[in-house]
Protein backbone atom coordinates (compact mmCIF):
# COMPACT_ATOMS: atom_id res chain seq x y z
CA UNK A 1 0.00 0.00 0.00
CA UNK A 2 1.55 3.70 -0.82
CA UNK A 3 2.23 5.73 2.08
CA UNK A 4 0.74 9.04 2.24
CA UNK A 5 3.91 10.61 1.33
CA UNK A 6 4.27 8.80 -2.11
CA UNK A 7 0.34 10.02 -2.81
CA UNK A 8 1.23 13.26 -2.23
CA UNK A 9 3.94 13.61 -4.00
CA UNK A 10 2.21 12.05 -6.65
CA UNK A 11 -0.73 14.97 -6.15
CA UNK A 12 1.91 17.56 -5.91
CA UNK A 13 3.10 16.52 -9.41
CA UNK A 14 -0.09 16.41 -10.96
CA UNK A 15 -0.84 20.00 -9.48
CA UNK A 16 2.08 21.60 -10.75
CA UNK A 17 1.38 19.97 -14.47
CA UNK A 18 -2.05 21.77 -14.31
CA UNK A 19 -0.50 25.11 -13.26
CA UNK A 20 1.78 24.72 -15.61
CA UNK A 21 4.60 25.08 -12.82
CA UNK A 22 8.48 24.16 -12.34
CA UNK A 23 9.75 22.50 -8.91
CA UNK A 24 11.68 26.00 -9.13
CA UNK A 25 8.08 27.73 -9.17
CA UNK A 26 7.22 25.88 -6.54
CA UNK A 27 9.78 26.13 -4.69
CA UNK A 28 10.24 29.61 -4.50
CA UNK A 29 6.22 30.16 -3.91
CA UNK A 30 6.20 27.61 -1.01
CA UNK A 31 9.68 28.68 1.04
CA UNK A 32 10.90 24.97 0.53
CA UNK A 33 14.08 24.22 -1.22
CA UNK A 34 13.76 22.15 -4.73
CA UNK A 35 15.89 19.36 -3.86
CA UNK A 36 13.33 18.83 -1.08
CA UNK A 37 9.83 19.28 -3.08
CA UNK A 38 11.81 16.98 -5.49
CA UNK A 39 12.15 14.12 -2.88
CA UNK A 40 8.56 14.60 -1.68
CA UNK A 41 7.72 14.01 -5.84
CA UNK A 42 9.54 10.93 -6.05
CA UNK A 43 7.55 9.26 -3.00
CA UNK A 44 11.06 9.50 -0.52
CA UNK A 45 9.56 10.92 2.40
CA UNK A 46 6.74 8.82 3.90
CA UNK A 47 5.37 11.63 6.22
CA UNK A 48 5.81 15.23 5.29
CA UNK A 49 6.08 18.05 8.19
CA UNK A 50 2.51 19.33 8.85
CA UNK A 51 4.29 22.97 7.59
CA UNK A 52 5.68 21.39 4.48
CA UNK A 53 2.15 20.50 3.78
CA UNK A 54 1.06 23.50 4.46
CA UNK A 55 3.29 25.59 2.48
CA UNK A 56 3.00 23.61 -0.93
CA UNK A 57 -1.04 23.36 -0.42
CA UNK A 58 -1.50 26.89 -0.39
CA UNK A 59 0.92 27.15 -3.32
CA UNK A 60 -0.56 24.87 -5.45
CA UNK A 61 -4.09 25.61 -3.81
CA UNK A 62 -4.59 22.16 -2.77
CA UNK A 63 -7.83 21.30 -1.76
CA UNK A 64 -9.26 19.19 1.50
CA UNK A 65 -11.27 17.08 -0.16
CA UNK A 66 -7.49 16.56 -2.67
CA UNK A 67 -5.42 16.23 0.79
CA UNK A 68 -7.58 13.68 2.59
CA UNK A 69 -7.86 11.70 -0.42
CA UNK A 70 -3.70 11.20 -0.34
CA UNK A 71 -4.25 9.88 3.79
CA UNK A 72 -6.15 6.75 2.14
CA UNK A 73 -5.68 4.66 -0.37
CA UNK A 74 -8.97 3.99 -2.48
CA UNK A 75 -8.95 2.22 -5.41
CA UNK A 76 -8.76 3.92 -8.77
CA UNK A 77 -11.68 5.95 -9.33
CA UNK A 78 -12.77 6.99 -12.67
CA UNK A 79 -14.62 10.12 -13.43
CA UNK A 80 -18.82 9.57 -14.08
CA UNK A 81 -18.68 10.49 -17.46
CA UNK A 82 -15.70 8.23 -18.61
CA UNK A 83 -17.38 5.59 -16.51
CA UNK A 84 -20.51 5.42 -18.12
CA UNK A 85 -19.10 5.66 -21.53
CA UNK A 86 -16.40 3.23 -20.76
CA UNK A 87 -19.53 0.39 -19.09
CA UNK A 88 -21.34 1.08 -22.30
CA UNK A 89 -18.32 0.27 -24.49
CA UNK A 90 -17.85 -2.90 -22.43
CA UNK A 91 -21.32 -3.76 -22.67
CA UNK A 92 -21.37 -3.30 -26.53
CA UNK A 93 -17.90 -5.69 -26.92
CA UNK A 94 -18.97 -8.25 -24.23
CA UNK A 95 -22.85 -8.24 -23.88
CA UNK A 96 -22.95 -11.35 -21.86
CA UNK A 97 -20.44 -10.28 -18.80
CA UNK A 98 -21.08 -10.46 -15.35
CA UNK A 99 -21.16 -7.48 -12.56
CA UNK A 100 -18.04 -8.78 -11.57
CA UNK A 101 -16.24 -8.92 -15.20
CA UNK A 102 -17.59 -5.53 -15.33
CA UNK A 103 -16.29 -4.51 -12.19
CA UNK A 104 -12.83 -6.01 -13.16
CA UNK A 105 -12.62 -3.83 -16.21
CA UNK A 106 -13.35 -0.77 -14.95
CA UNK A 107 -10.87 -0.92 -12.47
CA UNK A 108 -8.09 -1.92 -15.19
CA UNK A 109 -9.54 0.93 -16.63
CA UNK A 110 -9.35 2.64 -13.83
CA UNK A 111 -5.84 2.45 -13.22
CA UNK A 112 -4.88 3.25 -17.07
CA UNK A 113 -6.69 6.35 -16.79
CA UNK A 114 -4.66 7.36 -13.96
CA UNK A 115 -1.53 6.54 -15.26
CA UNK A 116 -2.26 8.06 -18.52
CA UNK A 117 -3.01 11.46 -16.86
CA UNK A 118 0.12 10.56 -14.42
CA UNK A 119 2.34 10.54 -17.77
CA UNK A 120 -0.03 13.65 -19.56
CA UNK A 121 0.97 15.74 -16.10
CA UNK A 122 4.51 15.04 -16.42
CA UNK A 123 4.72 16.04 -20.01
CA UNK A 124 2.48 19.41 -19.52
CA UNK A 125 5.25 20.02 -16.60
CA UNK A 126 8.35 19.63 -19.02
CA UNK A 127 6.89 21.55 -21.84
CA UNK A 128 4.19 24.68 -20.87
CA UNK A 129 4.33 25.19 -24.77
CA UNK A 130 1.45 22.75 -24.76
CA UNK A 131 0.15 22.55 -21.43
CA UNK A 132 -3.34 24.11 -22.82
CA UNK A 133 -3.78 21.13 -25.41
CA UNK A 134 -2.67 18.98 -22.66
CA UNK A 135 -5.54 20.10 -20.50
CA UNK A 136 -7.51 19.94 -23.10
CA UNK A 137 -7.34 16.64 -23.83
CA UNK A 138 -7.46 15.42 -19.90
CA UNK A 139 -10.84 17.16 -19.74
CA UNK A 140 -11.87 15.35 -22.71
CA UNK A 141 -10.41 12.26 -21.93
CA UNK A 142 -13.17 12.91 -18.23
CA UNK A 143 -15.95 13.08 -20.40
CA UNK A 144 -15.39 10.24 -22.74
CA UNK A 145 -14.83 12.03 -25.78
CA UNK A 146 -11.67 10.17 -27.30
CA UNK A 147 -12.01 11.69 -30.70
CA UNK A 148 -12.05 15.17 -29.17
CA UNK A 149 -9.18 13.98 -26.97
CA UNK A 150 -7.20 12.74 -29.53
CA UNK A 151 -7.31 15.82 -31.59
CA UNK A 152 -5.94 17.94 -28.67
CA UNK A 153 -3.36 15.22 -28.35
CA UNK A 154 -2.86 15.75 -32.06
CA UNK A 155 -2.42 19.51 -31.64
CA UNK A 156 -0.08 19.03 -28.67
CA UNK A 157 2.24 16.54 -30.85
CA UNK A 158 2.55 19.38 -33.63
CA UNK A 159 3.61 22.06 -30.73
CA UNK A 160 5.63 19.56 -29.44
CA UNK A 161 7.06 18.38 -33.08
CA UNK A 162 7.57 21.79 -33.96
CA UNK A 163 9.30 23.33 -30.69
CA UNK A 164 12.16 20.08 -30.85
CA UNK A 165 12.65 20.25 -34.84
CA UNK A 166 12.43 24.15 -35.48
CA UNK A 167 16.21 24.74 -33.56
CA UNK A 168 17.74 21.99 -35.96
CA UNK A 169 16.09 23.60 -38.49
CA UNK A 170 17.34 27.36 -37.96
CA UNK A 171 21.23 25.81 -37.22
CA UNK A 172 21.07 24.63 -40.49
CA UNK A 173 19.37 27.46 -42.18
CA UNK A 174 21.76 29.28 -40.78
CA UNK A 175 24.55 27.58 -42.51
CA UNK A 176 23.28 27.30 -46.24
CA UNK A 177 21.99 31.54 -45.84
CA UNK A 178 26.09 31.93 -45.25
CA UNK A 179 27.10 29.88 -48.58
CA UNK A 180 24.22 32.26 -50.27
CA UNK A 181 26.05 35.32 -48.79
CA UNK A 182 29.55 34.25 -50.03
CA UNK A 183 28.19 33.43 -53.02
CA UNK A 184 26.61 36.89 -53.37
CA UNK A 185 29.81 38.59 -52.36
CA UNK A 186 31.48 36.84 -55.58
CA UNK A 187 29.27 38.05 -57.65
CA UNK A 188 27.43 34.62 -57.83
CA UNK A 189 23.69 35.95 -58.45
CA UNK A 190 22.27 32.44 -59.27
CA UNK A 191 24.30 30.23 -56.72
CA UNK A 192 23.17 32.21 -53.47
CA UNK A 193 19.88 31.99 -54.97
CA UNK A 194 20.15 28.23 -55.17
CA UNK A 195 21.24 28.32 -51.53
CA UNK A 196 18.65 31.01 -49.89
CA UNK A 197 15.78 29.31 -51.84
CA UNK A 198 16.96 25.95 -50.63
CA UNK A 199 17.27 27.52 -46.80
CA UNK A 200 13.70 28.84 -46.72
CA UNK A 201 12.45 25.30 -48.12
CA UNK A 202 13.88 24.03 -45.01
CA UNK A 203 10.65 25.58 -43.36
CA UNK A 204 7.63 24.44 -45.67
CA UNK A 205 6.36 21.39 -44.51
CA UNK A 206 7.14 23.32 -40.76
CA UNK A 207 5.34 26.75 -41.07
CA UNK A 208 4.78 28.40 -44.46
CA UNK A 209 5.15 32.00 -42.49
CA UNK A 210 8.26 30.95 -41.15
CA UNK A 211 9.19 29.86 -44.52
CA UNK A 212 7.91 33.29 -46.49
CA UNK A 213 9.33 35.87 -43.82
CA UNK A 214 13.21 34.51 -44.42
CA UNK A 215 12.28 34.52 -48.27
CA UNK A 216 11.24 37.87 -47.75
CA UNK A 217 14.84 38.41 -45.70
CA UNK A 218 16.69 37.09 -48.93
CA UNK A 219 14.73 39.34 -51.47
CA UNK A 220 15.88 42.10 -49.40
CA UNK A 221 19.70 41.36 -49.61
CA UNK A 222 18.93 40.77 -53.55
CA UNK A 223 17.51 44.21 -53.88
CA UNK A 224 19.99 45.55 -52.03
CA UNK A 225 22.63 44.11 -53.79
CA UNK A 226 20.64 45.02 -57.08
CA UNK A 227 20.53 48.98 -55.95
CA UNK A 228 24.15 49.13 -55.19
CA UNK A 229 25.49 47.34 -58.25
CA UNK A 230 22.70 48.03 -60.77
CA UNK A 231 22.66 44.29 -61.36
CA UNK A 232 19.33 43.43 -63.23
CA UNK A 233 20.17 39.80 -62.21
CA UNK A 234 19.87 40.01 -58.52
CA UNK A 235 16.39 42.46 -58.84
CA UNK A 236 14.95 39.32 -61.35
CA UNK A 237 15.45 36.81 -58.49
CA UNK A 238 14.37 39.27 -55.74
CA UNK A 239 11.31 39.84 -58.35
CA UNK A 240 10.55 35.73 -58.40
CA UNK A 241 11.18 35.38 -54.18
CA UNK A 242 8.57 37.97 -54.05
CA UNK A 243 6.24 36.52 -56.47
CA UNK A 244 6.30 33.04 -54.89
CA UNK A 245 6.04 34.75 -51.00
CA UNK A 246 2.70 36.56 -52.70
CA UNK A 247 1.25 32.84 -53.42
CA UNK A 248 1.64 32.98 -49.31
CA UNK A 249 1.07 36.06 -48.17
CA UNK A 250 -2.88 36.35 -49.35
CA UNK A 251 -4.02 39.88 -49.58
CA UNK A 252 -7.34 38.16 -47.98
CA UNK A 253 -5.83 36.43 -45.55
CA UNK A 254 -2.38 38.48 -44.65
CA UNK A 255 -3.13 42.15 -45.46
CA UNK A 256 -0.29 43.38 -44.12
CA UNK A 257 2.40 41.26 -45.46
CA UNK A 258 0.47 41.23 -48.92
CA UNK A 259 0.80 45.15 -48.57
CA UNK A 260 4.71 44.38 -47.45
CA UNK A 261 5.47 42.32 -50.51
CA UNK A 262 3.88 44.15 -53.40
CA UNK A 263 5.33 47.43 -52.67
CA UNK A 264 9.06 45.70 -52.27
CA UNK A 265 7.78 43.98 -55.80
CA UNK A 266 6.89 47.33 -57.17
CA UNK A 267 10.28 49.11 -55.70
CA UNK A 268 12.25 45.88 -57.68
CA UNK A 269 10.50 47.14 -60.94
CA UNK A 270 10.98 50.75 -60.70
CA UNK A 271 15.09 49.89 -59.70
CA UNK A 272 14.23 47.66 -62.88
CA UNK A 273 13.20 50.37 -65.12
CA UNK A 274 16.33 52.81 -64.39
CA UNK A 275 19.02 49.71 -64.60
CA UNK A 276 17.35 47.24 -67.81
CA UNK A 277 17.39 47.80 -71.06
CA UNK A 278 15.14 50.70 -72.48
CA UNK A 279 12.77 48.84 -74.17
CA UNK A 280 11.46 47.23 -71.32
CA UNK A 281 11.35 50.17 -69.42
CA UNK A 282 7.78 50.92 -70.00
CA UNK A 283 6.59 47.56 -68.96
CA UNK A 284 8.59 48.04 -65.60
CA UNK A 285 7.27 51.01 -64.70
CA UNK A 286 3.73 50.13 -65.26
CA UNK A 287 4.09 47.05 -62.99
CA UNK A 288 6.03 48.86 -60.43
CA UNK A 289 2.99 51.46 -60.85
CA UNK A 290 0.23 48.99 -60.17
CA UNK A 291 1.63 47.17 -57.42
CA UNK A 292 1.47 50.82 -55.39
CA UNK A 293 -2.32 51.29 -56.11
CA UNK A 294 -3.23 47.79 -55.27
CA UNK A 295 -1.83 48.44 -52.42
CA UNK A 296 -3.30 51.99 -51.95
CA UNK A 297 -6.90 50.61 -53.22
CA UNK A 298 -6.93 48.21 -50.26
CA UNK A 299 -5.36 50.17 -47.58
CA UNK A 300 -6.39 53.65 -46.28
CA UNK A 301 -5.20 56.69 -44.13
CA UNK A 302 -6.86 54.02 -40.81
CA UNK A 303 -6.66 50.62 -42.43
CA UNK A 304 -2.77 49.56 -43.02
CA UNK A 305 -1.71 53.49 -42.75
CA UNK A 306 2.14 52.75 -42.83
CA UNK A 307 1.75 50.68 -45.93
CA UNK A 308 -0.87 52.88 -47.33
CA UNK A 309 1.86 55.84 -46.73
CA UNK A 310 4.62 53.62 -48.25
CA UNK A 311 3.05 53.16 -51.38
CA UNK A 312 2.38 57.09 -51.73
CA UNK A 313 5.99 57.31 -51.29
CA UNK A 314 6.76 54.81 -53.86
CA UNK A 315 4.13 55.82 -56.54
CA UNK A 316 5.71 58.93 -56.13
CA UNK A 317 8.87 58.43 -57.10
CA UNK A 318 7.58 57.03 -60.53
CA UNK A 319 5.35 60.27 -60.99
CA UNK A 320 8.69 62.59 -60.47
CA UNK A 321 10.86 60.61 -62.98
CA UNK A 322 11.02 62.57 -65.90
CA UNK A 323 10.82 59.71 -68.42
CA UNK A 324 7.27 58.96 -67.68
CA UNK A 325 5.52 62.45 -69.49
CA UNK A 326 5.85 63.20 -72.88
CA UNK A 327 5.66 66.79 -72.64
CA UNK A 328 7.02 68.96 -70.18
CA UNK A 329 3.31 70.28 -68.68
CA UNK A 330 2.39 67.13 -68.09
CA UNK A 331 5.73 66.21 -66.27
CA UNK A 332 5.32 69.31 -63.76
CA UNK A 333 1.67 68.17 -63.30
CA UNK A 334 3.39 65.00 -62.25
CA UNK A 335 5.87 66.45 -59.75
CA UNK A 336 2.90 68.06 -58.47
CA UNK A 337 1.13 64.91 -57.42
CA UNK A 338 4.28 63.62 -56.03
CA UNK A 339 4.55 66.36 -53.45
CA UNK A 340 1.68 65.91 -52.42
CA UNK A 341 1.78 62.09 -52.07
CA UNK A 342 4.68 62.91 -50.19
CA UNK A 343 3.44 65.06 -47.88
CA UNK A 344 0.56 63.23 -46.99
CA UNK A 345 2.88 60.08 -46.32
CA UNK A 346 4.45 62.86 -44.09
CA UNK A 347 1.79 63.19 -41.94
CA UNK A 348 1.29 59.10 -41.48
CA UNK A 349 4.56 58.24 -40.95
CA UNK A 350 6.21 58.93 -37.11
CA UNK A 351 10.22 60.16 -36.74
CA UNK A 352 9.96 58.72 -33.48
CA UNK A 353 8.45 55.05 -34.43
CA UNK A 354 9.73 54.95 -37.90
CA UNK A 355 12.70 56.99 -37.60
CA UNK A 356 14.27 55.03 -41.43
CA UNK A 357 10.76 55.46 -43.17
CA UNK A 358 10.38 58.79 -41.84
CA UNK A 359 13.80 59.56 -43.12
CA UNK A 360 12.67 57.91 -46.51
CA UNK A 361 9.89 60.35 -47.10
CA UNK A 362 11.92 63.65 -46.03
CA UNK A 363 14.86 62.49 -48.31
CA UNK A 364 12.60 61.22 -51.39
CA UNK A 365 10.39 64.85 -50.86
CA UNK A 366 13.55 66.92 -51.17
CA UNK A 367 14.43 64.84 -54.58
CA UNK A 368 11.15 65.64 -55.63
CA UNK A 369 11.27 69.51 -54.73
CA UNK A 370 14.63 69.65 -56.57
CA UNK A 371 13.21 68.86 -59.67
CA UNK A 372 10.20 71.05 -59.52
CA UNK A 373 12.71 73.55 -58.78
CA UNK A 374 14.80 72.46 -62.29
CA UNK A 375 11.51 72.14 -63.62
CA UNK A 376 10.03 75.91 -63.27
CA UNK A 377 10.88 78.90 -65.49
CA UNK A 378 9.97 81.57 -62.93
CA UNK A 379 13.10 82.02 -60.73
CA UNK A 380 10.98 82.84 -57.50
CA UNK A 381 9.00 79.97 -57.91
CA UNK A 382 12.47 78.04 -58.86
CA UNK A 383 14.00 79.16 -55.68
CA UNK A 384 10.96 78.87 -53.36
CA UNK A 385 11.35 74.67 -54.56
CA UNK A 386 14.84 74.77 -53.95
CA UNK A 387 14.69 75.87 -50.74
CA UNK A 388 11.75 73.66 -49.65
CA UNK A 389 14.37 70.56 -51.34
CA UNK A 390 17.43 71.57 -49.47
CA UNK A 391 14.78 71.70 -45.98
CA UNK A 392 13.93 68.44 -46.11
CA UNK A 393 17.03 67.23 -47.20
CA UNK A 394 18.82 68.65 -44.49
CA UNK A 395 15.87 67.07 -42.15
CA UNK A 396 16.71 63.37 -43.37
CA UNK A 397 20.16 63.83 -41.72
CA UNK A 398 18.76 63.44 -38.15
CA UNK A 399 18.05 59.84 -38.80
CA UNK A 400 21.41 58.96 -41.15
CA UNK A 401 24.76 58.81 -40.38
CA UNK A 402 27.52 57.10 -41.89
CA UNK A 403 28.17 54.58 -39.02
CA UNK A 404 24.99 52.17 -39.37
CA UNK A 405 23.39 53.66 -42.21
CA UNK A 406 26.17 54.61 -45.12
CA UNK A 407 23.80 53.44 -48.27
CA UNK A 408 21.08 56.24 -47.05
CA UNK A 409 23.91 58.55 -46.07
CA UNK A 410 25.58 58.92 -48.71
CA UNK A 411 22.09 59.19 -50.85
CA UNK A 412 21.66 62.31 -48.63
CA UNK A 413 24.83 63.77 -48.97
CA UNK A 414 24.54 63.43 -53.29
CA UNK A 415 20.72 64.79 -53.01
CA UNK A 416 21.63 68.04 -50.42
CA UNK A 417 24.69 68.76 -52.75
CA UNK A 418 22.44 68.64 -56.19
CA UNK A 419 19.73 70.84 -54.12
CA UNK A 420 22.15 73.50 -53.02
CA UNK A 421 23.94 73.33 -56.77
CA UNK A 422 20.04 74.49 -58.26
CA UNK A 423 19.44 76.44 -55.83
CA UNK A 424 22.80 78.44 -56.29
CA UNK A 425 21.61 79.17 -59.42
CA UNK A 426 18.83 81.57 -58.31
CA UNK A 427 20.69 83.24 -55.78
CA UNK A 428 22.58 86.45 -55.22
CA UNK A 429 26.54 85.77 -55.79
CA UNK A 430 27.84 85.39 -51.90
CA UNK A 431 25.00 82.86 -50.91
CA UNK A 432 25.52 80.86 -54.31
CA UNK A 433 29.03 80.73 -53.27
CA UNK A 434 28.05 79.35 -49.89
CA UNK A 435 25.90 77.03 -51.12
CA UNK A 436 28.56 75.86 -53.55
CA UNK A 437 31.20 75.24 -50.99
CA UNK A 438 28.56 73.50 -48.62
CA UNK A 439 27.69 71.39 -51.54
CA UNK A 440 31.55 70.90 -52.21
CA UNK A 441 32.70 69.65 -48.34
CA UNK A 442 29.13 67.63 -48.33
CA UNK A 443 30.51 65.66 -51.70
CA UNK A 444 33.96 65.40 -50.67
CA UNK A 445 33.12 64.06 -47.05
CA UNK A 446 30.73 61.28 -49.30
CA UNK A 447 34.01 60.54 -51.81
CA UNK A 448 36.25 60.47 -49.11
CA UNK A 449 34.53 57.71 -47.43
CA UNK A 450 33.64 55.13 -49.97
CA UNK A 451 35.45 53.28 -52.81
CA UNK A 452 34.69 53.17 -56.32
CA UNK A 453 35.36 48.87 -55.99
CA UNK A 454 32.40 49.19 -53.31
CA UNK A 455 30.05 51.61 -54.53
CA UNK A 456 30.88 51.86 -58.74
CA UNK A 457 27.79 53.89 -59.61
CA UNK A 458 27.64 56.17 -56.20
CA UNK A 459 31.44 56.85 -56.54
CA UNK A 460 31.40 58.10 -60.33
CA UNK A 461 27.92 60.00 -59.69
CA UNK A 462 29.54 61.71 -56.63
CA UNK A 463 32.66 62.26 -59.05
CA UNK A 464 30.57 63.94 -61.62
CA UNK A 465 28.53 66.24 -59.13
CA UNK A 466 31.89 67.42 -57.36
CA UNK A 467 33.45 68.64 -60.81
CA UNK A 468 29.99 70.80 -61.57
CA UNK A 469 30.60 72.27 -58.29
CA UNK A 470 34.03 72.94 -58.96
CA UNK A 471 33.20 74.15 -62.03
CA UNK A 472 30.74 76.39 -60.96
CA UNK A 473 33.04 77.55 -58.02
CA UNK A 474 35.50 78.38 -60.70
CA UNK A 475 33.30 80.79 -62.45
CA UNK A 476 32.03 82.54 -59.88
Known amino acids: MDSFGARFGRLIRDKRGIESFSQDDLAQRSGLTKARISEIERGRVNNPQTKTIDAITVALNISKEELDGCRSNPRPQLPPRLLENLALRFGYANPDASEDELEAFLKEKAVEFREMQERLAQMNALDSGIATSIRAANAALEEGDFQLADKHLQEAEQVQFTLATLPALEAQYQLRSE ?26 HIDRKVEAEKRYGHCTRLREYGYRYRSVEALRAAEDALEMNLTIWRKD ?224
Open 179 to 204: RAQAALLAGEINRATQHWEKASNYFR
Open 253 to 476: EDLQNWCRSMNALGAVHWRLSEFDVTENFSAHIARAKSCYEAVRENCSETIEPYYYAASGTNLASIYSDRNLAVSDQEYRGNLEKSLALQNLSLQLISKSERPVDWGIVQHNLGCSYTKYSQSQIDTQTSLKAANNAVRHLELSFEVRDPTDMFQYWIASCRSLGEALIVRSQHQEKSQALSDLQRAHELLSEAAAKMTKKEHPHQWVEVQEQLSECSERLLNM
